[in-house]
């Protein structure tokens, strides 16, 4: 099956850039997202990527897929304390979507 | 748009107890899915749902765990009996169809202790 890691902190300074990586192992990959999960809530879906597109933005967000290396990054520019969340990247294959064990992002003052 | 209600929140039960969580999907939504997220894990998927036949529950633990999904709206999700691994968040969320482009909305989850 589909196996899909992240790296499992992060921190940066409020107004600086955050990257967050995501390896996938499915090629047929056809769908990738990008969920927000604030402590004690859901998930909230923050974007997605088509696999037939290489970069996404949306406001803040910008979303990077390398499909040769099956890497896929969501860079938040500016970040504000307010971004402090686990975010889960996950991919849809086969109609089903797996996700990533999640990465804590800190963001100090 | 109302989003996914789920209920109970919380639930505290002892091992060897029965438990059953609901779920209310978004209006419209076809697809819908139980995930269940152990504490500093992603979520995992247990099953899911097409209207109210089952597309994936590869992953579900059949000697314990059922769901169904009635008339292709609300579903339930029990547990009997409980073990003490159990003990998580078990997370609703439902789509328009398969996931693709419209992702898949959660619902705020209901965490179970299991003690």
């Known amino acids: 099956g589909e196996d899909v890691e992240q790296s499992l902190f992060l921190s940066v300074r409020e107004g600086d850039s955050s990257v967050i990586n995501c390896t996938y192992t499915?090629?047929?990959?056809?769908?990738l997202y990008w969920y927000k999960q604030e402590p004690g809530a859901g998930l909230q879906l923050l974007t997605y990527?088509?696999?037939?597109?290489d970069m996404k933005q949306d406001q803040r967000l910008t979303v990077l897929l390398n499909k040769k290396d099956k890497h896929l990054s969501l860079r938040i520019a500016d970040t504000q304390t307010g971004d402090s969340a686990i975010y889960f990247c996950?991919?849809?294959?086969?109609?089903?979507?797996?996700f990533g064990g999640g990465t804590r992002l800190m963001v100090k003052p | 748009e109302a989003g996914v209600a789920q209920s109970p929140r919380y639930k505290i039960i002892e091992k060897r107890q029965s438990v059953a969580f609901w779920c209310n999907p978004i209006?419209?939504?076809?697809?819908l899915y139980w995930y269940q997220q152990i504490l500093g894990q992603g979520p995992k998927l247990l099953i899911q749902?097409?209207?109210?036949?089952?597309?994936?529950d590869s992953q579900l633990p059949k000697d314990r765990f059922s769901a169904e999904r009635l008339k292709g709206v609300d579903s339930t999700l029990k547990i009997q009996p409980a073990k003490l691994e159990d003990s998580a968040v078990y997370l609703c969320?439902?789509?328009?169809?398969?996931?693709?482009?419209?992702?898949?909305?959660f619902g705020q989850g209901t965490r179970l202790t299991v003690v």
């Open positions: 969320a439902s789509s328009r169809r398969d996931t693709e482009a419209f992702g898949a909305f």
């Open positions: 499915d090629s047929s990959s056809t769908y």
């Open positions: 990527i088509f696999s037939n597109m």
């Open positions: 996950a991919v849809n294959a086969g109609n089903m979507l797996t």
């Open positions: 209006s419209g939504h076809a697809t």
């Open positions: 749902f097409q209207n109210n036949g089952v597309v994936d």
